[in-house]
Structures are given as C-alpha cells and as structure tokens.
C-alpha cells in the first residue's frame, strides 16, 4: 500500500492569545483594516480566533487553495495553486501537516463523517479518472477503483454511516452510488432535470437534491428513496435557481431539510412538506446545523461587500428554526466570505475556516 508522508520538520502554530491579538490581526487582515476596525471589534474577533494555519516547512497559506473540510473542520485538504502534484492534510487540533501523493480533481473529494477517511478522484494519463480513498490515521491508501465507465463528478459527498459515496455528474443528470469499502459501483439514478446539489439523510437511507425546471424558471427539492430509487417526495419554488450556489443541509434529527436555492432560504418539513417555509432572502452562503437540529447557523453572502468599492464586512447569525427569528449575531470584523461553516460536536461553540485559514471558534451559549 501506498503511504501517507508526514513532513519532516515540526509545524509551527500560532495561538491566538491577549498578548499577541493586534499581531496576528495585523499579520492575517493587514494594518489598515486593524485601524479601520477600531477598539471594540478588534477585542471581540480576537477572543473569537483560535488557530491560524502556519506550518513550519510547507507551503504558506497564500500559496494553497483550499479543497475541502472535514465535517467536524478538524482537518483541512488544500492544494499548492502550482499544482506540485500533492494534498496537503491540515490538522488543527494536532497542529500538524501531512503530505499525501495526489493531484486530485477540484470538487471531487469528500470525507468520512468521522474524519479518517478521504475520497478523491483523480485524472490518468488516458483521460480516464481513477478513486482513491486514503485511511489518514493509518497514513495508507486502502481502496482504488478505476473509474473508465463514469467519467469526472461534480459533487462527491459520503454517507453518515460510512456504507456509501454519492457522485454527481451534473452534466449528465446522474448520480453514481459506490460502496465505500472496497470502492465498488452500485447503482446510478438517472435524474429528471438540472441537479444543482444534493445531500445525504442522516440514516443515510435517502438523498435530497435541488433540482430546477427545464425552462430555469421554478426549482424544486426532491427525495429520493435509495431502497427503492425512487422520487418519494418533492416541494417547488419559484425563482431562478443558481446551480452552483444552491446548498442543502439535513437536520441531524432528520425531521427538516435547509433548502438555498432561487434567492431563497426554505425550510422543509420532512414529514409534512405542505408545512415548509421560507426563512430568509438571500443569493447564496453558508450554512449548517446545531447538532440538536433546533438552530440553523447562516452566514449570508450579501453581507459582504465588493472589495473594490467598500469596505469588506462579515457578520454571521443563528436562526431559531422553531421560532422562525435570528437569536444570535455575529460580528467578524473584516474578513472574506469563509471557505467553511460547521458547529462542534457539544453544540457549544460554531466554527468557521476563515482568512489564511485560520480556524475561528465562536461561544453562543
């Protein structure tokens, strides 16, 4: 088996304490921002940054374009934008990197829900496109499948339970289900129209997808039964859906479905979708739910500013999904629309990958 290369020198980590707040802000956002935020907000995103991405003998974090998260954003895979022909795994509770061998295709790895496994796809000299799944704690390459039937996916996404891998091909308006262990086809669902994403139901028995009308002018979520792969249920809206910002997130209970498509923010009730709703208007951002399923953590892509006529601006809020209302907002300061959004595992503290990287820890409770 092929394996995994830690680098040789010990990374070096930059705590974000009191003492070296203005530093680290200066170093990550600039002097002229620190100045433009003043006293009270610098304080308040300070106490909130908790581990900047800087390791020691590895490429700096202007260098990498960010890949993909882990769900519990513990572990980061990036990518040196020369293309060096390597994945380089960030650990921010380990505080360390890791290397493995790779030149994986963009949008098409996906994680293990718990963290130890990484699917990616990656392209051969023939134009054929190869799956690889890597075991990270055991730093080995534990399943390949040579993919010369399926072509290139869109959208990778695994299953809770760790049975399964969903592949969407947008293109073709199909979706392919491997088994996980050893990589292996199951079966492909032929989908009816346009698919702009989709997402797994926590019992990993079903998958939603948004999918928009032929003429672009109404979207829908659809629920697919995999026992039976059949449509089970479907909920339309109308406005022009956006392919490629389209988000959809399943509550950890499995009793709603956050829907961001056309402009909208929809809640659906899994069980009784006559009673959906419409949250909130927005194009696009990002999302993620509580672990008790009762709050939806927004961040709205609205919120931020062009850069070259204003100021930039982030602030982020959590939603009472019973209450319909934001309980909390968050301020971040200035910062870029961040390339991750999740929730910790005791539902305490939400955490966002931020600018460089740098990992954000914010307390709500």
């Given at each position: 088996m092929e394996e995994l290369h830690a680098e040789a020198d010990e990374p070096h980590i930059k705590i974000v304490r009191p003492s070296s707040r203005r530093k680290f802000l200066t170093a990550i956002l600039g002097s002229g921002v620190i100045l433009g935020l003043g006293s009270p907000p610098l304080i308040h995103l300070a106490q909130n940054l908790q581990v900047a991405f800087n390791a020691k003998a590895a490429p700096s974090a202007a260098d990498l374009d960010f890949y993909s998260c882990s769900a519990d954003l513990?572990?980061?895979?990036?990518?040196?934008?020369?293309?060096?022909?390597?994945?380089?795994?960030?650990?921010?509770?380990?505080?360390?990197?890791?290397?493995?061998?790779?030149?994986?295709?963009?949008?098409?790895?996906?994680?293990?829900?718990?963290?130890?496994?990484?699917?990616?796809?990656?392209?051969?000299?023939?134009?054929?496109?190869?799956?690889?799944?890597?075991?990270?704690?055991?730093?080995?390459?534990?399943?390949?499948?040579?993919?010369e039937k399926y072509g290139e996916a869109d959208l990778v996404c695994w299953a809770p339970d760790g049975s399964k891998i969903a592949l969407l091909s947008r293109d073709q308006n199909k979706l392919l289900l491997l088994a996980a262990q050893p990589l292996w086809p199951l079966f492909t669902l032929e989908l009816p129209s346009a698919v702009g994403t989709f997402a797994w139901s926590p019992d990993s028995q079903?998958?939603?997808?948004?999918?928009?009308?032929?003429?672009?002018?109404?979207?829908?979520?659809?629920?697919?039964?995999?026992?039976?792969?059949?449509?089970?249920?479907?909920?339309?809206?109308?406005?022009?859906?956006?392919?490629?910002?389209?988000?959809?997130?399943?509550?950890?209970?499995?009793?709603?479905?956050?829907?961001?498509?056309?402009?909208?923010?929809?809640?659906?009730?899994?069980?009784?979708?006559?009673?959906?709703?419409?949250?909130t208007e927005s194009d696009h951002g990002k999302m993620c739910w509580s672990p008790n399923g009762k709050y939806l953590a927004v961040i709205d892509a609205s919120d931020f500013m062009d850069f070259w006529t204003a100021s930039l601006g982030s602030r982020f809020n959590v939603w009472d999904i019973t209450q319909q209302k934001t309980i909390h907002s968050f301020n971040r300061g200035t910062a870029y629309v961040p390339e991750a959004l999740g929730w910790s595992r005791d539902g305490k503290h939400i955490v966002v990958i931020g600018t460089f990287y740098a990992q954000e820890n914010w307390d709500w409770m």
């Amino acid at each position: 088996m092929e394996e995994l290369h830690a680098e040789a020198d010990e990374p070096h980590i930059k705590i974000v304490r009191p003492s070296s707040r203005r530093k680290f802000l200066t170093a990550i956002l600039g002097s002229g921002v620190i100045l433009g935020l003043g006293s009270p907000p610098l304080i308040h995103l300070a106490q909130n940054l908790q581990v900047a991405f800087n390791a020691k003998a590895a490429p700096s974090a202007a260098d990498l374009d960010f890949y993909s998260c882990s769900a519990d954003l513990n572990l980061a895979a990036l990518t040196k934008s020369d293309h060096d022909g390597k994945l380089y795994i960030w650990n921010y509770q380990q505080q360390r990197m890791i290397t493995l061998s790779a030149t994986p295709l963009w949008n098409t790895s996906a994680w293990s829900f718990n963290g130890q496994y990484l699917f990616y796809q990656e392209s051969q000299g023939d134009n054929s496109v190869s799956m690889y799944v890597w075991d990270i704690q055991t730093r080995q390459k534990v399943s390949s499948y040579a993919n010369e039937k399926y072509g290139e996916a869109d959208l990778v996404c695994w299953a809770p339970d760790g049975s399964k891998i969903a592949l969407l091909s947008r293109d073709q308006n199909k979706l392919l289900l491997l088994a996980a262990q050893p990589l292996w086809p199951l079966f492909t669902l032929e989908l009816p129209s346009a698919v702009g994403t989709f997402a797994w139901s926590p019992d990993s028995q079903k998958l939603a997808f948004i999918i928009s009308t032929p003429e672009q002018s109404a979207w829908s979520v659809q629920i697919w039964d995999l026992q039976s792969r059949r449509k089970s249920q479907e909920i339309a809206f109308q406005g022009h859906p956006n392919s490629y910002n389209s988000q959809l997130a399943w509550s950890p209970d499995g009793n709603r479905i956050a829907a961001w498509g056309g402009g909208q923010l929809q809640i659906i009730q899994t069980k009784n979708t006559s009673s959906s709703y419409l949250l909130t208007e927005s194009d696009h951002g990002k999302m993620c739910w509580s672990p008790n399923g009762k709050y939806l953590a927004v961040i709205d892509a609205s919120d931020f500013m062009d850069f070259w006529t204003a100021s930039l601006g982030s602030r982020f809020n959590v939603w009472d999904i019973t209450q319909q209302k934001t309980i909390h907002s968050f301020n971040r300061g200035t910062a870029y629309v961040p390339e991750a959004l999740g929730w910790s595992r005791d539902g305490k503290h939400i955490v966002v990958i931020g600018t460089f990287y740098a990992q954000e820890n914010w307390d709500w409770m």
